[in-house]
């Protein structure tokens, strides 16, 4: 039980709509990171929040977008779905910078 | 060539098995993660190292900065060890952006 948070586990949209994908992290978490994994591959960095600011942005477009909140929880918007969107989208929060992360579970995203 | 590549990819193994999986780099880091992923997504930190070497149960970690490569080992492997072993590094300079490879899927059979 690592003390993060994922809602929903599974979500199923379609093509041209908005989700918003939550986090919720341990207590003292300051730091939280997004990755979205594609079926068989290794998760791929989206971005991450410090304090509520972004503090470092993967190779993802502008319609992925986040927010951190003062409770350290985070969320995880992406407008305009596309197909290639459907993923697992993992949430990992720590205490530091430079400390071990946490992972969620997950949510299971799917794009019709 | 990415820039984090592991092998191999798939490994089946005897229960009680000595397993090794290797983790190759391409890039400056300042720190490597050691993930376990069950089927169900959720991931574990097992080890994060920047240098030398660590030991959880039967688990060592280890890392040469030097030839950019790191291994991780399961001693008196079991068949609850089964789960898909990733590594991930995170790059100098401040740089938040963790990088990982694509995983090794273990199988341990009793």
């Known amino acids: 039980e690592t003390g993060v948070t994922q809602s929903p586990t599974h979500l199923i949209k379609t093509r041209g709509q908005q989700v918003t994908l939550r986090c919720s992290s341990q207590?003292?978490?300051?730091?939280v990171s997004w990755y979205q994994q594609a079926l068989g591959q290794g998760p791929q960095f989206i971005f991450q929040y410090y304090r509520e600011e972004e503090n470092g942005r993967g190779n993802f477009p502008p319609r992925f977008s986040g927010l951190q909140f003062p409770n350290y929880s985070s969320e995880l918007n992406v407008n305009a779905l596309e197909l290639d969107d459907s993923a697992l989208y993992l949430c990992?929060?720590?205490?530091?910078?430079?400390?071990?992360?946490?992972f969620g579970n997950g949510t299971r995203l799917t794009v019709t | 060539k990415n820039e984090v590549e592991q092998s191999p990819q798939n490994l089946t193994a005897q229960e009680g098995e000595f397993i090794t999986i290797n983790c190759s780099y391409s890039?400056?880091?300042?720190?490597l993660h050691w993930l376990q992923q069950h089927p169900g997504g959720g991931i574990v930190s097992l080890f994060m190292?920047?240098?030398g070497k660590k030991k959880h149960g039967r688990l060592i970690a280890t890392i040469n900065i030097q030839e950019k490569h790191s291994s991780l080992h399961i001693t008196a492997s079991h068949p609850r060890d089964s789960a898909v072993y990733i590594c991930?590094?995170?790059?100098?300079?401040?740089?938040?952006?963790?990088?990982f490879g694509k995983g090794m899927k273990l199988t341990v059979n009793p």
């Open positions: 207590s003292g978490h300051n730091t």
């Open positions: 991930a590094v995170q790059g100098q300079g401040g740089s938040e952006k963790l990088v």
């Open positions: 990992a929060s720590s205490w530091g910078r430079e400390q071990p992360l946490h």
């Open positions: 890039v400056g880091i300042s720190a």
């Open positions: 190292l920047s240098s």
